[in-house]
């Protein structure tokens, strides 16, 4: 162990909520310069570990070091003095504000300004923008930008102040190759400065990419911990479940008789996409990949209606389907999980029961057009056991889960009202290897069942262990199609920036 003076250091840390154990003696020593990287499964005890070293959460013992000096606790207060800052997974945003006033919202706090001047905010988030080598609209509401956008707003909030400790919750969720890479270059930029990094992610190429030390939770406990140099993604996936996780190519040949279930015939829209055409078969797992602005999510919204293409033609089981809203793709048997299962996927403060049959409540209309609650019940029962959902039951608050949780209760949605065709927007954003692992069982079960399944994803090695096919898009058209042995990650990331 080093025996450099930490910049931060929590000791022996116990947290409990009614009961339940969160962290169970957790310790973590943050060094100057050092990116940390903090692993673990959605629900191991690091939102819970990040809380109390923000000053967020109180522990109910163990002490946390600022400066050599030992505190039962710290104050949000104390915590940001302390210099700890925190781009957390959700980002934290004003919806109804700028860009630059995202940005700038906590500077502004910070000197306890009275007034805010237009001309000062714009200062400030053009500095950061600028030193991040970031393209952003400043004026824009943050409302109306895109979810890569958003993720880019709030690190650039978190890094106007002279942060000690910055903790990065998934920071790359929503970012390109190059994007992550830029970010990578601003965090050795800041190690070198002496920042001390908390680096959370679920990308564990990333994790071996940047960090120098790595500490693995499972069940609020510390499983392992040591130099980066001594992990593989591999070893970091068995300590983060307990078991070996299997990520190699996992794709059964579909047989010669499955049938197209979703043509799609010169597709196109003004200013997003055009002259897209594809068809999907029975039992197929599509993949959908490309740079952010390739117009990839853009066709997945037109085929669900959610922004409709203005020419070319849609064939769903030997239909001719004209889709030109929400309702029109629902009733034609297409389902879709959104990029942003937060705000477009989920009723956060509905209970799990409630959102699951959302999508399919006509379905349970009884005498009198009156709910059948027993109904819904046993299909509620069934839903949480095939997508094995953790949670104490159905009536808890979607806003309880966990990252991979709240994805499976999108899914199963979809699932009750069994579409003929589901298409998933980066399906896994935000969720552990575990989670990741089981949802694409399901989807795997799902195909086997006949129905088509479509992944748009960014996340390149998932598209390689899960897709039969895969579209590649760029500039709003698709410029390749990549099926067996030739679907290979850097056959991919070749493809798509070429």
Not at 128 to 133: E, F, W
Not at 257 to 272: F, N, Q, T
Not at 455 to 478: F, K, N, Q, W, Y
Request: one cysteine or more; a negative charge.
């Amino acid at each position: 162990m080093s025996t450099e003076q930490p910049t931060l250091e929590v000791r022996d840390i116990v947290k409990t909520y009614g009961g339940v154990r969160a962290l169970g003696g957790v310790s973590l020593r943050l060094l100057p310069g050092e990116v940390h990287c903090l692993a673990g499964e959605n629900g191991s005890g690091k939102s819970t570990l990040i809380k109390i070293i923000s000053g967020v959460e109180r522990p109910d013992s163990g002490d946390i070091v600022i400066g050599g000096e030992s505190h039962p606790y710290v104050s949000p207060s104390d915590a940001i003095r302390a210099g700890v800052q925190v781009i957390y997974q959700d980002f934290s945003l004003f919806p109804n504000l700028t860009a630059a006033e995202n940005i700038a919202m906590l500077t502004e706090l910070a000197d306890r300004r009275k007034l805010s001047s237009r001309r000062r905010i714009r200062a400030t988030a053009e500095r950061i923008v600028a030193d991040l080598g970031l393209r952003l609209d400043l004026d824009a509401d943050v409302e109306h930008l895109s979810v890569a956008d958003r993720q880019l707003i709030a690190i650039c909030r978190a890094l106007v102040g002279e942060a000690r400790v910055l903790i990065m919750d998934e920071p790359t969720t929503a970012l390109t190759h190059s994007e992550v890479e830029r970010l990578f270059g601003i965090v050795r930029r800041l190690q070198a400065r002496g920042v001390a990094i908390v680096f959370v992610s679920h990308k564990l190429d990333e994790v071996l990419d940047i960090s120098q030390h790595v500490t693995v939770l499972r069940n609020g406990e510390v499983v392992s911990s040591g130099e980066a140099s001594g992990y593989t993604g591999r070893s970091i996936a068995k300590a983060m479940t307990g078991r070996d996780v299997n990520e190699d190519r996992h794709v059964d040949d579909l047989p010669e008789s499955a049938e197209p279930l979703l043509i799609v015939d010169s597709l196109g829209r003004k200013d997003a996409f055009e002259d897209v055409s594809f068809a999907l078969r029975k039992g197929e797992i599509l993949g959908i990949t490309g740079l952010l602005g390739s117009g990839r999510t853009e066709i997945a919204e037109a085929l669900f209606g959610v922004h409709p293409a203005d020419s070319g033609s849609v064939t769903l089981d030997g239909t001719p389907r004209r889709i030109h809203s929400i309702s029109d793709a629902v009733e034609a048997g297409i389902g879709y999980v959104p990029e942003d299962r937060l705000t477009q996927g989920l009723f956060l403060d509905k209970s799990i029961a409630d959102n699951m049959v959302a999508a399919s409540l006509s379905s349970y209309r009884g005498k009198a057009l009156l709910l059948d609650r027993g109904r819904i019940g046993r299909s509620m029962a069934d839903l949480f056991q095939r997508l094995r959902i953790k949670a104490p039951n159905a009536k808890a608050p979607v806003r309880s889960l966990s990252g991979g949780n709240a994805q499976r209760v999108v899914i199963a949605k979809w699932l009750d009202r069994k579409p003929s065709v589901l298409m998933l927007n980066g399906p896994t954003v935000g969720v552990d290897i575990g989670s990741k692992e089981e949802i694409f069982t399901i989807l795997r079960e799902q195909a086997a069942a006949g129905m088509g399944i479509v992944v748009i994803s960014d996340d390149i090695p998932e598209l390689v262990t899960s897709c039969h096919r895969v579209l590649i898009v760029r500039a709003g058209r698709i410029v390749a199609e990549m099926t067996g042995s030739d679907i290979a990650v850097d056959a991919i990331q070749e493809r798509m920036t070429a």
